[in-house]
């Protein structure tokens, strides 16, 4: 069974830019979680999509934002990238039933400039 | 909401030796407690988890205790080697069970 995929890995933007980042989950799992790591924070939770709809949203501002497609597929997107941003944007997948297991992808390595 | 405190931050084991990693949560509802592990240039791998209806789990040399009364979780790593050298991240997951509350992390390194 393939597991998360996110893409692209690494991407460098310049301040004022807007990005998106794309996650595939493991087959057959119909929750998305984002999630944004950086050294000093730790990993913070973003948002989760369940069947399309976003289920739970932590506590970043609205230039933060996402969406899920009917085969389960996430994009995340910042508008307006600060330099703060810069981080690793990690996604896990799971089936989306009250705790479950989350699997994360490999991550997107956001430099912002 | 939750808060999931974990210590120690760093931890440098000789090989062979024992490591155990603490972590703290604040949410009675949490019911889900997952161990994770994070390689360089990797994304966080689950190793162990365990729930609320159980005190302890084990897998080879990982094991994971749970004090519900306390609030408290611990992983252990028995016969440490070179290859557990990682990021071990510990989390609860609140009680509708669908968000993740993660700790800052330890860095645990392994000495030859």
């Known amino acids: 069974k393939a597991g998360v995929t996110q893409t692209p890995r690494y991407l460098i933007k310049t301040r004022g830019q807007q990005v998106t980042l794309s996650c595939s989950p493991i087959s057959g799992h119909r929750s998305v979680s984002w999630y944004q790591q950086t050294p000093g924070q730790g990993l913070q939770f973003l948002f989760e999509y369940f069947s399309e709809t976003q289920r739970n949203k932590g506590n970043f501002p609205g230039r933060f934002s996402g969406r899920q497609f009917s085969n389960s597929r996430s994009e995340m997107n910042v508008s307006t990238l600060e330099l703060g941003d810069s981080a690793l944007y990690l996604c896990?997948?799971?089936?989306?039933?009250?705790?479950?297991?989350?699997?994360f992808g490999p991550g997107t390595r956001l430099t912002v400039l | 909401g939750e808060n999931v405190e974990q210590h120690p931050s760093t931890l440098s084991v000789q090989e062979g030796d024992s490591a155990v990693i603490k972590c703290t949560y604040s949410?009675?509802?949490?019911?889900?407690f997952p161990w994770y592990k994070q390689e360089l240039g990797k994304g966080p791998q689950l190793i162990i988890d365990?729930?609320?209806?159980?005190g302890e789990k084990k897998d080879q040399r990982i094991a994971v205790t749970l004090n519900k009364t306390a609030k408290h979780f611990s992983l252990h790593i028995t016969e440490t080697q070179p290859e557990d050298s990682a990021v071990y991240f510990c989390?609860?997951?609140?009680?509708?069970?669908?968000?993740?509350?993660f700790g800052t992390g330890t860095s645990l390194t392994v000495i030859p």
């Open positions: 949410d009675s509802a949490s019911n889900y």
């Open positions: 365990i729930r609320s209806n159980v």
């Open positions: 989390a609860a997951s609140d009680g509708t069970g669908n968000q993740f509350y």
């Open positions: 896990a997948s799971s089936s989306g039933l009250a705790g479950d297991e989350q699997f």
